[in-house]
């Protein structure tokens, strides 16, 4: 059996590799059907079944969340490269219906030049900014570098990548990847028990956990309503 966790490329390799070992897959930033992994989530065909995040309805979410922190916000700046194009297609008609004026800044070609978008955002007077989800913004390295720009920036910011608050960032929201892990693991277990992947439907998430960091909010001089921290799983001090 092959666990494939992450970015398309990870299903990618696994699939060319075999279509006979069983494959359980954890997409994050892609969709299998659309790109001819699985048939269908509840018939999925073939070698390969799992979890799929479905990042679309979480960016509608983010930007919701980002306005009930600070809601006199009009002007939200969006970092977004070619595998986030999607989101800010969902973060734009979210936007609409709210008021929000959004920025759209794309990075090409990493590694990406944050500074520059930073630079871009400040020319158009950005008020907050909001990451969205991709295998790059992902890593360690790049989402600790926008949170350093951010606070240098003094822009609040809503990540969907949890880490990036518990670092630094004031808000992430993001599919919770523990509970996400263990879906995971229950697959490999039917299986090695004799279940056959393409009889086992592709689950979605049904746990998310939003975290705000007070730290970085008090840093900022943003109040947080009490009626967002009630529904934080996680709080900052």
Do not use: C
């Not at 951010?150 to 809503?158: E, G, I």
């Amino acid at each position: 059996m092959i666990v494939a966790r992450g970015p398309e490329a990870a299903l990618r390799a696994a699939r060319d590799a075999t279509d006979t070992i069983l494959i359980v897959m954890s997409a994050r930033d892609y969709d299998p059907i659309a790109l001819g992994y699985v048939a269908g989530l509840a018939l999925p065909g073939g070698n390969i079944t799992g979890v799929v995040e479905q990042r679309l309805e979480l960016t509608a979410k983010q930007l919701e969340l980002l306005k009930a922190a600070l809601p006199t916000v009009i002007r939200v700046a969006v970092l977004w490269d070619a595998a986030s194009a999607d989101q800010l297609r969902a973060a734009e008609a979210a936007a609409r219906p709210s008021g929000v004026q959004l920025q759209p800044l794309e990075l090409r070609h990493p590694p990406y030049e944050f500074a520059s978008a930073f630079a871009a955002a400040a020319q158009g007077q950005a008020e907050a900014l909001l990451i969205l989800a991709s295998p790059v913004f992902g890593m360690q390295s790049a989402y600790e570098q926008i949170v350093d720009l951010a606070a240098r920036s003094r822009l609040p910011t809503m990540f969907g990548v949890s880490d990036s608050a518990r670092v630094g960032g004031l808000m992430a929201y993001d599919v919770n990847n523990v509970d996400s892990g263990r879906r995971g693991a229950d697959y490999v277990d039917k299986i090695l028990k004799g279940t056959k992947p393409a009889n086992l439907p592709v689950e979605q998430p049904t746990k998310f956990e939003l975290i705000i960091n007070l730290k970085t909010a008090k840093a900022l001089g943003i109040t947080i309503p009490p009626s967002l921290l009630v529904f934080a799983d996680e709080v900052i001090q």
